[in-house]
């Protein structure tokens, strides 16, 4: 069964779109599976915690998320499309090739060696970038009470990361649709449907 990942810069606003795509795969009477990068896991969840709030090196903030997704891929996503269900991840891998490699700075091929060890070949099939103005994305991370260590980003880290984003939206054409986050619910939710159609 597909293997879906959702991503973004931080106030992209894909979690508003993540529980309804989860319900409209659900109404075909196939298990859903609804997970989250970093995390996933009891220990996942443990490593989330520090990597949103611990300042550390940028490569052990990399090799974390990796490490976490590890664990992730061997208790949650392998073991769910093993049994014939969707997985639904909130970010995954391009997540850390845009923040970790666009947003810090780290080399691509680090993080290659990482994603072989780690995923051994797989990839998702279908990968949903919510893609919003950096400024936008803001001014809606400003209403939250308080921001994790990313959120505390500035724009131009934003700027790069989204830009990063992109890139690998072109250049993995055949998994990845770009979802205007400007556009109301309304019109993702279509777009949304006509996506899903071919899953
Ligand atoms: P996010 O998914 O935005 O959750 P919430 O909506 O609850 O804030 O938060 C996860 C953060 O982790 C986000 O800022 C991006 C970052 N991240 C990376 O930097 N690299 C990664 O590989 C992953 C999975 C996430």
Not at 133 to 153: K, P
Not at 183 to 196: F, M, N, P, Y
Request: with cysteine; hydrophobic share 45%.
């Amino acid at each position: 069964m597909p293997f879906i990942t959702l991503e973004g810069i931080d106030g992209a606003g894909k979690s508003t779109h993540l529980a309804w795509l989860a319900e409209q795969l659900h109404a075909r009477g196939t298990e859903v599976v609804v997970t989250r990068e970093p995390g996933g896991t009891p220990l996942g969840e443990k490593l989330r915690e520090v990597l949103l709030n611990e300042p550390m090196h940028i490569e052990t903030e990399a090799l974390l998320m990796f490490a976490a997704r590890r664990e992730h891929l061997d208790k949650v996503i392998q073991p769910a499309l093993a049994r014939g269900a969707y997985v639904i991840s909130d970010r995954f891998t391009d997540a850390s090739f845009a923040y970790q490699c666009g947003g810090r700075g780290i080399a691509e091929a680090r993080l290659r060696v990482l994603e072989d060890w780690v995923q051994a070949g797989l990839q998702p099939d279908l990968t949903l970038l919510f893609d919003v103005d950096v400024a936008i994305a803001s001014q809606r991370l400003a209403r939250n009470a308080s921001l994790d260590r990313f959120e505390q980003e500035q724009q131009a880290f934003f700027e790069r990361v989204r830009t990063h984003y992109l890139q690998r939206a072109q250049q993995y054409p055949a998994r990845f649709r770009i979802l205007d986050s400007a556009h109301s619910v309304e019109q993702i939710r279509a777009a949304l449907t006509d996506i899903i159609k071919s899953l």
